[in-house]
């Protein structure tokens, strides 16, 4: 067993005897911190600490690290602290030293005890870093730093961890220089999932197609197929398997830095934004080509009922923009095509709509995610409303506890952030539905024909075609596509959750 797994297992040399008699057992097991360095709750939790308690905590010389306290401050250090700050404070920590006056025995006894363990959680930190949660576009600054600490430090005193530390940054370096895109363990092709599937491939549910439908999709001759040729569970099914492509593909930094100045473009928010808008607008599109009021009302009804069992899917983003465009006013307004609208329909609208009520801060849809198991496809937009107002609702740093003038990192507010980051995670498991891809290519080119068309004024010209102006209509407010006004939400609907504390 080598020196590193003793130290581990606790399996370390016996001390000797005359040692034994005395141990120093206050400054062997205390905290290294200052009693000002750190402030806790009610219920003893860490809540703000100075940047080197944060790294003690990440380092404990008589325990295992914790795995939740470790994925918060991973996620979100860099919110906190610089990567070169970062690795000056690991770099202090594994050195360490023992208190002044201690006898020979003593400091024997505190190198085995305390010495030792804290080198060794330095270098585990040093290779989950690297391994783990490293993003080449903040963290490669500190390359050369951490190779020159490696080499000095690590690799003398723990030859095997190091060389895995040694392999990672030079695989970091080499990608680089080379321009190529290497990925840590939790950084994803776009896309692939961060969980594993939920059900095996066997129980994936068979597509609902006729062969008619499919021959049409085939031909690609689009202009023939009406969009409630489809049934409405397979066309569920299918735009829940696009949605969950694009919400698996979000990296938690694209959420922790929504609407942060400098932050990098969130590339697959903005893309899951976009499938959004462009689902709005095809469903308003699609029934404002309808001339026929009998027509039109089987468009609303059918895509109620997509809507319905998207929601069944545990797809929530779907209903949403369809919602978007049956309650935007060039909608709204068309009496005589909701008239007929059968009352089971109306019922199912009713329900969809207490879903995505915002009232009590979207009590009735938060509650329902809670309960939900995955796979899932949440509505994104609340993500990125609850981590703005946290950022801006709590602020950065806290008052000490014992010494009011001194300034501790408000670790309480990232620890809020990293729990919104992990719950949209908690979803990023991929449906057991088959993909078609006749349908997934019609989609595609219907959503994007629905991009470049006529805007909100334009389609409220077309909504008085079909059915003339009432006096009781609503002009057009705000554009149907735009359901992705996130950060503009009320103060009110904030969450109790995010609030300062």
């Keep these: 067993m080598s020196f590193e797994e003793k130290l581990v297992n606790g399996d370390l040399p016996p001390v000797p005897e005359e040692v034994h008699r005395t141990i120093p057992v206050a400054w062997t097991l205390s905290h290294d911190h200052a009693a000002d360095d750190v402030a806790y709750n009610s219920d003893g939790q860490l809540v703000g600490a100075t940047l080197s308690a944060l790294v003690e905590r990440m380092t404990p010389h008589d325990s295992l690290v914790e795995p939740a306290f470790a994925a918060v401050f991973f996620l979100t250090f860099r919110l906190f602290v610089s990567p070169a700050q970062l690795v000056d404070a690991i770099i202090a920590r594994y050195n360490l030293s023992p208190p002044p006056d201690l006898s020979e025995a003593d400091v024997y006894i505190w190198k085995q005890r305390k010495g030792l363990p804290v080198r060794l959680r330095v270098s585990n930190f040093v290779k989950a870093w690297l391994e783990t949660y490293w993003r080449p576009s903040l963290d490669n600054v500190v390359l050369d730093a951490l190779l020159d600490f490696t080499r000095d430090a690590l690799a003398t005193m723990f030859p095997s961890p190091s060389q895995r530390i ?127 009021t009998k027509k039109r009302t089987a468009l609303v009804k059918f895509f109620i009922k997509v809507a319905d069992r998207c929601a069944t899917l545990n797809n929530f983003s779907t209903p949403r923009s369809i919602l978007a465009a049956l309650d935007s006013s060039t909608i709204a307004r068309l009496h005589q095509t909701w008239a007929g609208l059968p009352q089971k329909n109306k019922l199912q609208l009713e329900s969809l709509r207490k879903l995505a009520d915002h009232a009590r801060n979207y009590h009735e849809y938060r509650s329902r995610l809670r309960n939900t198991a995955p796979p899932a496809v949440p509505f994104l937009g609340l993500y990125l409303t609850d981590v703005t107002f946290c950022r801006e609702g709590n602020p950065s740093y806290r008052a000490s506890p014992k010494s009011p003038d001194k300034k501790l990192i408000n670790f309480n507010k990232y620890h809020k952030l990293a729990r919104i980051v992990q719950d949209m995670q908690r979803f990023q498991v991929p449906y057991n539905l088959k993909a078609i891809p006749e349908v997934q290519e019609f989609l595609k080119d219907a959503l994007e024909k629905s991009r470049h068309r006529g805007d909100l004024q334009d389609l409220y010209r077309r909504s008085l075609l079909v059915e003339p102006k009432q006096p009781a209509d609503v002009p057009p407010t705000s554009d149907v596509r735009q359901l992705f006004n996130w950060t503009n939400r009320s103060h009110s609907h904030a969450s109790t959750s995010t609030s300062a504390s």
């Design 166 to 292: 040694l392999e990672l940054i030079s695989q970091w370096r080499s990608a680089s220089e080379s321009g190529l895109s290497l990925r840590s363990e939790r950084v994803r092709d776009a896309g692939v999932p961060l969980n594993p599937p939920a059900v095996s491939p066997s129980e994936v549910p068979r597509p609902v197609m006729t062969k008619n439908l499919l021959n049409a999709l085939r031909s690609k001759n689009f202009g023939s197929v009406s969009v409630t040729d489809f049934d409405s569970l397979e066309l569920a099914r299918q735009l829940t398997t696009m949605e969950c492509h694009l919400y698996c593909a979000i990296k938690a930094e694209e959420i922790l830095e929504t609407g942060q100045e400098g932050a990098l473009s969130p590339v697959n928010v903005k893309a899951v934004s976009s499938l959004s808008t462009a689902i709005t607008g095809f469903v308003a599109e699609s029934i404002l080509n309808e001339l026929d």
